[in-house]
């Protein structure tokens, strides 16, 4: 299962900016600046990961200081674009749950679920930790801050709606 | 989440914790282990990684040098190895170098993080050990990152308005009635199922009636002539058993209906109650709500309309059908025999006056119960919200015995009413085991007297349990009517204040003004105490005033009536030549922009309360808004950036942030006017200096009335207006007031005193 991706994967990508984004060994991220000044490993990240998914990208520095904006990744060229959608998709890990096998009646509850990534349990603290959204779309976050995605409530079989419904 | 095996140096584990196909050498001990749950392509999986005291043992990592083998593998550690463990967001790395050159990585989730830091822990400990054993002296490397920790909580209390209920006082006596004849008032919208519900009510109740009336010809037709040898066919029995049936079925599903409907109506009624009362609530001056508890609003919007809802819904329906019940058995009692249907009555004048002296009695026990129970809720909204300083103060056991004894007066006031009401039912009952009495020695005599039939006799019996029975239930209604009427009251005590800031007939609607305001000769006052006693003060479009002033001397009132909080006792404002009496609130409103000492976030993700005043704004314009507050970079590093969710329970920003997100907020609405009152004193000096600047861009162009307790912060003002108890008694710029040697230059050298006497003490 486990595959050397760096062969495969875009090293090194150019905005029209002048900045540079380049992957080193095992993923890390070195921005060259236009002005030649260079920042390791940095990070990339969505403004609005859950209400603008596709909206804009930041690239912020180790000490979290802004080094780029990017307002829609799909004015941006491969290989950068590249570069960009393989970090977001690691940092934004999330699972989507096809399935909802149980919600175990404890405190906090414990959900078992089966999701795109493989059989996953977790556990929900609160209520307000299941967010609805407006088209459809159901947000869950566990105790330990990690997201999970249901797509489409309606696309749900039935016992997992029941399940999600009997929580909110 | 699992037990995981953290490092334990003091008892060595000499066993891979699963089965690797590794063994570990003679001598080899394991330091830590910890899991991992992640692979290469970021699905669930389960796997270790053990560190011994010579080399790192583990599952499949997600890349690596020298790919091509599967399975566990090791790495053998030198002093040059490294770990570096990362959590960023939901994925967590852990990179393993040698030489300065990362080796193997491999990914988890949040979840497992807490063992991968004991591991990395263990695996720091046993570097520092083998380069002190070495003797090397090579310099320490990188080390780990520290973990992000987590900022300082500034918890808000929620203003807690504290005071006198100063509602208008209950009207005593038929208040009760006008209060629920109001409440039915609100069924009006739906007033077509309302009928619908009466309908239905009538029909069952008839229905209800029916099968003792076929038991008079099953006893006296059938039953009596076959007991005297006349032969009856039993079809006839059938007959009567099919109708009494039929009857009993319709009722069912009668009364189904009717429950249905009239649960339906009266769930809107409570819904459409309690919306009435919310929005009424917003509607209201400041205040309102600063002489309110918050607890006692809550419980009544949300607890009393509850009571109301359930009197609607299942004692006003039962009160319908007996009714309704009495009157048409009253009836066929009537009908069937006057004579016993005279002796029937006997018992319920007593009744009437039963239900007469107790009905006050119990709305005031009710209402007094209802009191006690907005109190209780008050001191859960009080000490709620200010946790932090109970247990700052080590004061729970003091709160847990003031909710005691709020309880305990809601205990007393219900203990008190259910001694009333528990008296009268057994009462009652017997009230009704006498009329039974008297209808039975009195129906005998008639039978004797072959006036009545047995079968008649029988019905009329049967009629009289009903009647008795409802009579009953009537009077256990009586309660709950009361309690009804007492939150009913409760409900419109708020619906019927006025708001004192009001509404002009016939408001000018400005659109975008221009921020010219004239103070003419305004006093103000706070019940008897007059605060403001005839300022006057002209601000210029654009000019930047700071206020200033001992604690008390008018500042905030002023800055209260120019942002129309309150209006003015008398005097006016004029805003662009206009009375702000005049305009129309909401839309002077938008032209304001406010920046308060305690920053309020609602519950919501940091993009919305940014967008609070303008909740269209599209997302460049929010972050432009974040921009210019200097609150952009610390919200991108929240875990959602601006999807975060912040306020109430997600708290956790510090306060100097949470005052960079209002400063947003202000800025995104453009406003014309801006009022900053004590924005930057809750601050430290060093975030102060940020949210200055951020101040800073945020004024230019806009009228500004600037309150600062520290003046340095006003060093940007135009003016400086100075005012001490309600007047105003110098104006003027920072130098000229110096020279005037007046009011302001005595503040200003006391407060540069007591800043370098801070300073002197810390050197």
Redesign the interface.
Known sequence: ??????STRATRGEAPAGWVLERH????LVFVAADGARHDDV?V????????AQ??V?I?GAD???LAWI?ALASVAAPLRTILEQEL???????VIERIEAIADSEPAEWTVS?D????R??VA?A?DVVRQPDGAVFIT?T????YLVPRFDALDAESRRLLDSVE | MTGTPSARSAAPLNALPWNSGISLAAGETVLASCRFDLDGKLRFTDGWIVLTDRRLIADEPASADGIGATGPRSWPLDADAHIDVRLRAAVGRIELSRQGRVVARWLFTPARAKGVHALEDAFDARSALLRDRETAGRPARGGRKPEPAPTAEESQPAASGRGDDDFPPPAAGAASWRALMRVISFARPHAGMAILGGVLSLASTTAALVPPYLTMPLVDQVLIPKQNGVAVPFSQVWWYLGGLTFAAVAAWLLSWAQTWTLAWVSERIAAGLRTRTYAHMQSLSLDFFQSKRTGDLMSRVGSDTDKINIFLSVNLIEFASNVMLLVLTAAVLVWLNPTLALLTLVPFPFVVWLVYAVRERLRRGFSRASVAWGDMTSVLADTIPGIRVVKAFAQESREIDRFVAANDRVLDANDRVNVIWSFCGPLFALFSEVGLLVVWAAGAWLVFGGAVTVGGLTAFLAYIARFYGRVESMIRMVPATQRAAASAQRIFEILDCRPTVAEAARPVRPERIAGRIEVMNVHFRYGAREVLHGVNLTIEPGEMIGLVGTSGSGKSTLANLICRFYDPSSGSIRVDGVDLRDMAIADYRRNLGCVLQEPFLFFGTIAENIAYGRPDAPRERIVEAARAAGAHDFILSQPLAYDTRVGERGGSLSGGERQRLSIARALLVDPRILVLDEATSAVDVETEAIIQAAIDRLVVGRTTIAIAHRLSTLRRANRLVVLDAGRIVEIGTHDELLSADGAYARLYRAQLKATEEAAAASA
């Open positions: 299962m486990t595959h050397d991706t760096s060994a095992h993923g890390r990070d990240l969505r403004a609005f990961p859950v209400s603008a909206g804009p930041a912020v979290g200081g802004e307002d998709a690691e940092r934004e890990f999330l699972p999701t990534r493989g059989p996953h977790f556990k609160h307000d566990d330990d801050g990690m997201r």
